[in-house]
């Protein structure tokens, strides 16, 4: 019998990887021909990475570095690691099939990596199905494109090599993980910390990646980024008095929720495993000292950094209770944090990738066949301004995210679509677009040039 359990687990955890992986590229896909997909944050990315593709410097449309180097608001030299995927296509999804084909990737690399470690398939697979059913980690993958979604495949090769004792592999693919973004040096300390007592005969290692953490996080915030973006680093938090920084790590209520349903997502393992607790602790108070609220819940992209970290916590704390229980009490564990994470994805946070086996999400595409038409319209080899959700459409020539002092730029082009209903998100930063429409059609410089009910290409006379 458990014979028989051991290798059915097997073949369904290379089933879910797989499965895990074409629902990530599906609902990603999707997302993007439904106009969910935004230049904030898709087309930064894209355009950077498709403009060194072709040798240009990878300047960006930005509302506080504009027309900068991508460099002035993050640093991730990592992500063209990606451009010569444009060597071979010039569409845009593309970074977004890598992305899911990626975590994807990780979550094999967490199951390989567990088999190791625990010596059976089943306890290892339902470590496996904590991670893919983590909602934070889904949500990330759905999300537009984040290089630290991406950044999920290096770090959990960087625990493979830790925990397989691969020196030369381990400072690889640490550098690389760093190297996807400034502010994961903080990653970076923590994973030195891990590796101190872990592998108590690495600990010059350690002590040597911890520096390097913290002088990569010391020369990209403090010299690289502000260089060009002329002096400004904008995700820098508040001042704030001891009191204040207490206070802020607990209130509003979403921080304390978001951190409980952190840790029950895996069975509240990864909370007693204490040498990858600094890295699960340092992140959560990086996110609740911002005052961007969208760093405070599931949502958004934000626990990628952490999902791969939680997931081996939850594995090396089922090592630690494999030498302690008896057996049946570890499988029994197993079934549990197996049955808790599929019902926290299914009933509880209603993963998004429920859109994968949804038929209406898929029938819903075709609901914008008017969009792709208006668009078609567009005339080529022109300078655009647009909105949100359109501009991704544009990231292969020079385009503009829609604002009200429009008259500035002089595009050549600004196309609209002003129907009711929208995603707020799609009209980001322009304010008042009845203010603006008014002002292009009166404007002597500007000319319809297509308009159909509420969509609009205007076009420089």
């Given at each position: 019998?458990e014979?028989l359990?051991?290798?059915?687990?097997?073949?369904?955890?290379?089933?879910?990887?797989?499965a895990?992986m074409?629902?990530?590229?599906?609902?990603?896909?999707?997302?993007?021909?439904?106009?969910e997909?935004q230049?904030?944050?898709?087309?930064i990315?894209?355009?950077?990475?498709?403009?060194?593709?072709?040798f240009q410097?990878?300047v960006?449309?930005?509302f506080?570095v504009e027309?900068?180097?991508?460099?002035?608001?993050h640093?991730?030299?990592?992500?063209?690691?990606?451009?010569?995927?444009y060597?071979?296509?010039?569409r845009?999804?593309?970074?977004l099939i890598?992305?899911?084909?990626a975590v994807g990737?990780s979550?094999?690399?967490l199951?390989r990596m567990?088999?190791g470690?625990?010596k059976s398939?089943?306890?290892?697979?339902a470590?496996?199905?904590?991670?893919v059913?983590?909602v934070?980690l889904?949500?990330?993958i759905?999300?537009?494109?984040?290089?630290?979604t991406?950044?999920?495949?290096?770090?959990m090769?960087?625990?493979?090599?830790?925990?397989t004792?691969?020196?030369?592999a381990?400072?690889?693919f640490?550098?690389?993980t760093?190297?996807?973004?400034e502010?994961?040096?903080?990653l970076?300390?923590?994973?030195?910390?891990f590796v101190?007592f872990?592998r108590?005969?690495?600990?010059?290692?350690?002590?040597?990646a911890?520096?390097?953490?913290?002088?990569w996080?010391?020369?990209?915030?403090?010299l690289?980024?502000?260089?060009?973006s002329?002096?400004?680093y904008?995700y820098?938090p508040p001042?704030?008095?001891?009191?204040?920084i207490?206070?802020?790590l607990?209130?509003?209520?979403?921080k304390l929720?978001?951190?409980?349903?952190?840790?029950w997502?895996f069975?509240f393992?990864p909370?007693?495993y204490?040498?990858?607790?600094p890295?699960?602790?340092?992140?959560?108070?990086s996110?609740f000292?911002?005052i961007n609220?969208n760093?405070?819940?599931?949502?958004?992209?934000?626990?990628?950094?952490i999902?791969?970290?939680?997931?081996?916590?939850?594995?090396?704390?089922?090592?630690?209770l494999?030498k302690?229980l008896?057996?049946?009490?570890v499988l029994?564990l197993?079934v549990?944090?197996?049955?808790n994470?599929l019902?926290?994805?299914?009933?509880?946070f209603?993963?998004?990738f429920?859109?994968g086996y949804?038929?209406?999400?898929?029938a819903?595409?075709?609901?914008?066949?008017?969009?792709?038409?208006?668009l078609a319209k567009v005339?080529?080899g022109k300078?655009i301004?647009?909105q949100n959700?359109?501009?991704?459409?544009f990231t292969?020539?020079?385009?503009?995210l829609?604002?009200?002092?429009y008259e500035d730029y002089q595009p050549e082009l600004?196309?609209?679509d002003?129907?009711?209903?929208q995603?707020p998100?799609?009209l980001?930063?322009?304010?008042?677009?009845?203010?603006i429409l008014m002002?292009?059609e009166?404007d002597?410089?500007y000319?319809v040039l297509y308009?159909e009910?509420?969509?609009y290409?205007?076009?420089?006379?």
């Open positions: 019998m014979r359990l051991e290798k059915s687990s097997h073949v369904l955890a290379i089933l879910v990887c797989v895990f074409i629902c990530g590229v599906a609902v990603s896909l999707h997302r993007f021909w439904q106009y997909t230049y904030y944050d898709f087309g990315f894209d355009t950077a990475i498709r403009r060194v593709a072709v410097p990878p960006i449309d930005h506080i027309d900068k180097l991508i460099w002035a608001d640093f991730h030299p990592a992500i063209f690691l990606l451009s010569p995927l060597w071979l296509t010039d845009s999804e593309v970074i890598v992305q899911a084909v990737l979550a094999y690399v199951y567990s088999q470690v625990l398939n089943f306890l290892s697979l470590v496996l199905v904590s991670y059913a983590f934070g889904q949500n990330a759905i999300t537009d494109f984040h290089e630290v991406v950044m999920t495949l290096p770090l090769l960087c625990y493979w090599a830790i925990l004792e691969r020196k030369r381990f400072l690889f640490f550098v690389l760093l190297a996807f973004k502010l994961l040096f903080m970076g300390i923590g994973l030195a910390i101190f872990y108590p005969k690495w600990r010059k290692l350690a002590l040597a911890g520096a390097y953490a913290a002088l996080g010391l020369i990209t915030i403090k690289i980024i502000p260089y060009f002329e002096g400004l904008q820098t001042a704030r008095s001891i009191g204040e207490l206070a802020a607990v209130s509003p209520a979403v929720k978001t951190t409980f349903n952190i840790f997502s069975l393992l909370l007693f204490l040498p990858t607790l890295i699960l602790l340092m992140n959560l108070a996110r000292l911002s609220s760093l405070w819940d599931l949502g958004f992209h934000y626990n990628a950094e999902a791969p970290t939680l997931a081996v916590s939850a594995l090396l704390m089922i090592a630690f494999q302690k008896p057996r049946p009490a029994g197993a549990v944090l197996l049955l994470s019902f926290l994805y299914r009933f509880v209603r993963g998004p429920g859109l949804n038929p209406a999400f898929y819903h595409t075709q609901d914008f066949a008017y969009l792709n038409e208006f005339p080529t300078t301004m647009t959700n359109l501009a991704v459409r292969d020539r020079k385009v503009k829609l604002r009200q002092n600004i196309v609209l002003l129907r009711d209903g995603n998100n799609n980001m930063g322009a304010g008042d677009v009845a203010n002002r292009l009166q002597p410089h000319e308009h009910g509420q969509q290409i205007f076009q420089k006379k």
